[in-house]
């Protein structure tokens, strides 16, 4: 065992405890951390999802009064302008075709006229759209605007919607006005800058329940009909009941039905309005739930990418500074346990380090080391010159004696060693070889100068159980050896156990 083993390793111990407090109190602070963190996920997603939901459903009814009001918008004008060609006082159908060729609005393909006997007053191209998609059954319903369904016209290439008109002129005669518009016209009405990729608006037939697509994440699948029974063959099969009871609703013709839904993992609000202009058509709006999140969840991941290297750093600064304090610890538990010049331990610790080896009750020897006149040393040479040679001392010492004794500096010129011992001899042959490596030591003085001095020390020793059975006493007789030594003229060596009887019996306390 190392010299200081014993001195300082109850300091040790408590450096260890205190490290696993360290690591154990960050553990903790880390799974408190990351628990509220998790806690404050679920909180937050769930705050999400709900106010998705409800924002979802309001934007969906904005959308669909939105499609709404514009096609109000149009069958108004289709009737304004019906109304205005009637205040003309047209005395014929041909009159009228005339007066829309010449006036044609940007807003729409084509315009055209219908007299009271079905004669169309249009292209052949038109007239054969009439004939294809049954159109003048639905100007029959002008009351006093109708509108056909969405269908894709073979003259313009793209789906299309007719509306019709009440137009009278000549003598109590009336006919239906036309006039055709891109359906892209809704999809523009449809667009929005915040959700052009993600909503979806589309116009349902109640009775059949065909729809088209008028605005989507696909813009190639816009104009494309397909049947609701079909697209719900993707629900999720939990939500089935929910959206079937939802096309029955259309069925019978209610109004402002908003539901939920999945699709895999997609969670889907949707809304329907009636269009009022065209009966048993809604306005079908869907959005997907996580659109609306899809920056609240950028900004919490944002969030916790900012606490966690918050937590980084404040981890590196906390271990950083138990780093520091350690240090600091040890340094100062080593000030308060070692001589500060000499590296040795001081009285105190001695003290504590002796016990716990004679504790182990192995036999060992204590020596008290003297040096010889070191008062003219300091006297002659000057204080630091005498530091050095107190440093050199004690490096001789702990060149003999560290590998199995304990070494301190008792106060100014006197230091003491226990060590393990199998002999007296031994112990003898250290204590020489001591004396011979102080010997060889040359000393400058404080200007550099090597110094001329008789370099020695006298010593004492006694042993262990042998001389004395505890710490105290064996300290006595180490000392009452060394001071028959000084006795006799220092720079020499005694072992208590040759001393007369009449001298042993003195004793001289440090």
Request: net charge negative; aromatic share 12%.
């Amino acid at each position: 065992m190392k010299t200081d083993s014993n001195i300082l390793s109850d300091q040790g111990t408590k450096i260890i405890k205190s490290g696993r407090f360290f690591y154990l109190t960050l553990f903790i602070c880390l799974a408190v951390f990351i628990g509220a963190i998790s806690l404050l996920i679920l909180a937050f997603n769930e705050l999400i999802s709900s106010h998705d939901k409800q924002l979802s459903a309001e934007i969906c009814t904005i959308m669909t009064e939105k499609m709404n009001s514009s096609i109000e918008y149009m069958t108004e004008s289709a009737d304004e302008m019906a109304k205005l060609l009637s205040s003309q006082d047209y005395s014929g159908p041909e009159e009228i075709y005339e007066a829309l060729k010449k006036n044609r609005d940007a807003g729409y393909l084509s315009a055209g006229f219908i007299d009271q006997s079905g004669k169309k007053y249009a292209t052949a191209e038109e007239a054969r759209e009439f004939e294809k998609w049954e159109l003048l059954h639905t100007a029959a319903l002008a009351n006093p605007v109708s509108i056909s369904a969405p269908y894709r016209s073979s003259v313009y290439g793209q789906p299309v919607i007719t509306m019709f008109s009440i137009l009278k002129y000549g003598r109590g005669r009336h006919g239906f006005l036309f006039t055709t518009y891109k359906l892209a016209d809704l999809q523009k009405v449809a667009a929005t800058n915040s959700l052009d990729n993600d909503i979806e608006i589309w116009l349902m037939n109640s009775e059949s329940a065909n729809f088209i697509q008028c605005a989507g994440s696909d813009e190639h699948a816009n104009g494309n009909w397909t049947n609701s029974y079909l697209a719900m063959g993707s629900i999720n099969d939990e939500d089935v009941p929910v959206y079937t009871e939802w096309l029955d609703r259309i069925r019978h013709l209610e109004d402002d039905i908003g539901i939920s839904y999945s699709i895999g993992d997609v969670v889907y609000s949707q809304h329907c309005s009636r269009i009022h202009s065209m009966p048993g058509w809604y306005v079908v709006v869907r959005i997907p739930g996580n659109t609306l999140s899809a920056t609240m969840h950028t900004f919490r991941n944002y969030v916790l990418y900012f606490l966690a290297v918050l937590l980084m750093v404040v981890v590196v600064l906390i271990a950083n500074m138990y780093r520091l304090s350690k240090r600091d610890n040890e340094i100062l538990e080593r000030l308060s346990t070692h001589d500060p010049l000499t590296g040795v331990l001081n009285r105190r610790a001695f003290d504590i380090a002796a016990e716990n080896r004679l504790a182990r009750g192995k036999d060992c020897a204590l020596i008290f080391f003297d040096l010889d006149y070191f008062k003219q040393v300091n006297d002659n040479f000057g204080h630091n010159t005498g530091d050095k040679f107190l440093i050199s001392f004690s490096e001789a010492l702990k060149k003999n004696f560290s590998g199995s004794g304990i070494i301190s500096r008792f106060g100014g010129d006197e230091f003491v060693v226990m060590t393990d011992m199998t002999s007296v001899d031994e112990v003898t042959a250290k204590i020489c070889r001591t004396n011979e490596d102080l010997s060889s030591f040359e000393l400058p003085d404080e200007n550099g100068k090597k110094v001329d001095f008789n370099i020695s020390f006298s010593s004492g020793a006694a042993r262990f159980p042998y001389d004395a059975n505890d710490l105290s006493t064996l300290k006595k007789r180490a000392d009452t050896a060394l001071y028959q030594v000084k006795e006799r003229g220092r720079n020499g060596y005694l072992w208590y156990m040759y001393l007369p009887k009449e001298l042993a019996d003195t004793s001289h306390d440090h």
